[in-house]
């Protein structure tokens, strides 16, 4: 009848029968015949029904199916007529005793009825399945699916933690890494598992570069939780270093055995960095107070370079311009390994300096990591090291690059975390280096004040000598007598020569607060440079040096006219003290690039290079003994420069060394030329005598300007107070009254303020005396009622001029 499938259907596994719509057997594989006591024959069983056959237990009783030929509540029957009635496989559950060779055991089988179309005929295929199998299967599933779901758990647990977690067996062989261990070692988790410990965990010493102990053999070992030692770097696979910290526990068995070591560890490279940084500054700050500036640059380049693993390092200042560096510094190694000699001082144009300066060009670091490479460099000079890779850093304050730092050939690639951390430290490196400069410009200053000092004595006691000594004579000499004369000639020059150095002292600090009001004029700078030439030529002539001017094209500029003076004038004093006997200077006035320039050049005794940059420093003199002898406070050069650049131009000095002479370079901008006008009529005015008051506590000032006054023709009253001096206004009410204003009793102000209120003096020209010039001194001076003002000790000429133009407006 089923011809053809009993053969593959006896060798189903499963225990199967097939029965017709009344619930026959008309066939029994051999699972089936197994499970039910008839392996070798199945013809007992065949036509027999279903609950007969499987002997079916049931809520009616324990014969069940086996003593009813019909069970309504049989299982298999339901099934039968389900899956005929329906198509459809259907499932249930039945109890059934089985009676084998071994005696009747009463199970639980799940039935599964499947319609089965065979001959024309509709049959159905049972399957039975022990139910304690089944469920013993079911758990085994169930059991394993949880253990899947905790292992996905644990994986998601290990991932969500922000530390590396790496877990091995007792023979120290990998069993499993975390995400993060993953991304920190550069392994995968298969490709770690079954390999040492040390293979995928490779440790080093931060500072001393030598392998560090692997915490899990000591677990192992000592069963105990290990933690690694500080500064411990974890060398991963691509060769990139982090610092971390970690800690190794055992893994134990229900028995306590250890079977294993898990290992945490986290990524601390940030907060190590920060760390060391902390250290280095500190370190190089306590370091920095007992070295020389060089010393500390030489140290911070040290500690830079163990930092990055760099051979080479080096520091520059950049000039305030922007165009120039000054090599200040180069690392130990540098000079031990790669330079034959000091670079201190040396300066590069950066216009034509190599990819080095490419930071500054483009104020960001950079790095160049195949220096060979590069199609823009510049190539090296004969000697130099070669160069393998760089990292380059600026330093920037307020806009400006004011210094670069370098490392170079680190035996791999620069990284973002190196240039991280060469810029902290080149920040640092600044910081410090300004504090050590403004140290030792403090203490240069102090050096500088007590040299001043002690030159300003010995200056304001060299005019006095000669003073006193001619006022001595004059005591004991005809009063029109050749020594009468020379005596006053003596005094007028020294007097003069004291004028000059408190004027010189006055312009200094005026200058240095910014106070310099300048008087502008259009002027063609030959005029100036050829009359002042003129006016000193005598200094020359006195020393046996021969003064040369050079001037071309005319070079017009804006510029105050007696500034431009001193300005030439200064520098013309200077070459004359420095030049030897039967030297030369040479006096040049061009124009170039937009620009009037002002050239003095001599062939004396030159200027040390190490004095150079501070050449035009205020109360700095060259240092031997022409200079001393020479005299003068060394405010000239100062002066020069101060009043330059209030004019808007700059001033350089240069020189090839000492006895080889010096070069100085003054620049102004070029001011167009002026239109031609017809000159001014001078004004012509007849001089009269003035009736003038001089209000002065200092009677020898009161007397002297009294008696120069009286030279003039004017009549001339003193007062030696305020008071005083308010009471002989009214009595004489004069035309011009001189007033001094630091009065013991009431100070000038006040007293201009009275003069003016009296409508009698209203129309008295009043003129302050004082030893404060600045122009907030002035503007006080006139908005208390003064029509001018002049410093003290005023000089002969600007008073005269004063009373001039007081005759005209009286």
Not at 502 to 508: K, P, S, T, Y
């Amino acid at each position: 009848m089923f011809h053809g499938l009993a053969q593959v259907f006896d060798g189903y596994p499963a225990p199967a029968l097939i029965v017709d719509d009344d619930v026959r057997l008309l066939l029994v594989n051999r699972a089936a015949r197994v499970m039910l006591g008839h392996e070798a024959d199945a013809t007992p069983l065949l036509m027999k029904r279903g609950g007969e056959a499987l002997h079916c237990v049931h809520a009616r009783g324990p014969g069940g199916c086996g003593r009813q030929a019909r069970c309504k509540d049989c299982v298999i029957r339901n099934s039968v007529e389900r899956a005929l009635t329906t198509g459809a496989v259907h499932r249930s559950r039945s109890p059934m005793r089985l009676r084998g060779e071994r005696g009747e055991v009463d199970i639980t089988v799940l039935v599964s009825a499947s319609p089965l179309e065979h001959d024309g005929k509709t049959h159905v295929v049972l399957t039975l399945e022990n139910a304690s199998d089944v469920q013993l299967d079911e758990e085994y599933r169930r059991a394993v699916e949880q253990l899947t779901h905790e292992k996905e758990r644990l994986r998601v647990t290990l991932s969500s933690i922000g530390d590396g977690v790496i877990a091995t067996d007792e023979a120290s062989r990998v069993t499993m890494l975390n995400g993060v261990a993953e991304e920190l070692t550069g392994w995968k988790d298969h490709e770690a598992a079954g390999r040492p410990i040390d293979e995928v965990l490779l440790l080093v010493n931060e500072d001393t570069r030598e392998p560090a102990a692997n915490p899990v053999r000591r677990v192992l070992r000592e069963g105990v939780v290990f933690g690694l030692a500080n500064h411990t770097a974890l060398v991963a696979r691509d060769g990139t270093e982090r610092s971390i910290a970690d800690s190794a526990a055992p893994i134990r068995d229900a028995s306590g055995r250890v079977t294993g070591v898990v290992l945490v560890f986290r990524d601390q490279t940030q907060e190590r960095r920060a760390e060391r940084f902390v250290r280095i500054r500190l370190g190089l700050l306590e370091f920095s107070a007992a070295h020389s500036l060089e010393e500390v640059l030489r140290e911070t380049l040290d500690q830079i370079g163990r930092l990055t693993g760099s051979p080479i390092g080096f520091y520059h200042f950049v000039a305030a311009d922007q165009e120039t560096l000054s090599l200040q510094a180069w690392s130990s190694r540098t000079e031990k390994e790669f330079c034959k000699a000091s670079g201190k001082g040396m300066h590069y144009p950066i216009d034509k300096a190599g990819v080095w300066v490419d930071c500054v060009r483009e104020r960001r670091p950079v790095i160049h990591n195949d220096y060979s490479a590069l199609p823009h460099r510049k190539g090296l000079p004969e000697g130099h090291a070669a160069v393998v890779r760089e990292l380059v850093v600026p330093v920037l304050r307020e806009g400006r690059v004011v210094a670069i730092l370098g490392v170079g050939n680190k035996s791999v690639d620069y990284t973002d975390d190196d240039v991280e951390s060469v810029s902290y430290l080149a920040d640092v490196t600044w910081e410090i280096t300004s504090r050590k400069r403004a140290e030792e410009a403090l203490r240069d200053s102090d050096q500088h004040k007590s040299e001043f000092l002690a030159v300003l004595s010995h200056e304001l006691r060299n005019p006095l000598a000669p003073i006193r000594n001619s006022l001595h004579l004059l005591d004991r000499v005809a009063p029109v007598s050749e020594q009468a004369t020379r005596a006053k000639e003596v005094i007028r020059r020294q007097t003069d020569h004291l004028s000059r150095l408190v004027d010189d002292l006055l312009d200094v600090t005026r200058i240095s607060r910014g106070r310099i009001e300048l008087d502008r004029i259009r002027i063609d700078l030959r005029e100036i440079v050829q009359r002042t030439c003129d006016d000193h030529r005598t200094l020359f002539e006195k020393r046996l040096v021969e003064l040369r001017v050079e001037t071309s094209a005319p070079a017009w500029v804006e510029a105050d006219e007696v500034r431009i003076a001193q300005i030439v004038g200064n520098l013309l004093q200077n070459a004359a003290r420095y030049s030897r006997e039967k030297g030369t200077v040479t006096v040049s006035v061009y124009t170039s690039d937009g620009q009037a320039k002002v050239l003095v050049r001599d062939d004396g005794i030159g200027i040390a290079p190490e004095l150079l940059p501070r050449v035009f420093d205020p109360f700095v003199r060259a240092d031997s003994g022409m200079a001393r002898t020479r005299g003068g406070l060394g405010l000239g050069l100062a002066l020069v420069k101060g009043l330059v650049e209030q004019h808007g131009g700059s001033v350089r000095a240069s020189s090839d060394g000492l006895s080889r002479g010096s070069e100085f370079v003054v620049t102004f901008p070029l001011a167009p030329a002026p239109q031609r006008t017809a000159p001014a009529p001078v004004a012509s005015a007849t001089a009269r005598a003035l009736e003038i008051l001089v209000i002065e506590d200092n009677v020898d000032a009161a007397e002297t300007i009294a008696e120069v006054l009286e030279l003039e023709g004017h009549r001339v009253h003193v007062a030696n107070s305020g008071a005083s001096g308010i009471a002989r206004a009214r009595e004489l009410r004069p035309e011009v009254i001189l007033c001094d204003i630091g009065l013991p009793d009431l100070d000038g102000y006040q007293i201009a303020r009275v003069i003016r209120a009296e409508e009698a003096l209203r129309s008295t020209r009043l003129i302050a005396l004082s030893g404060y010039a600045q122009p907030e001194d002035r503007q006080r001076a006139a908005n208390a009622g003064f029509d001018a003002h002049l410093a003290k000790p005023p000089s002969l000429s600007a008073l005269l001029a004063s009373l001039s133009a007081a005759r005209y407006l009286i």
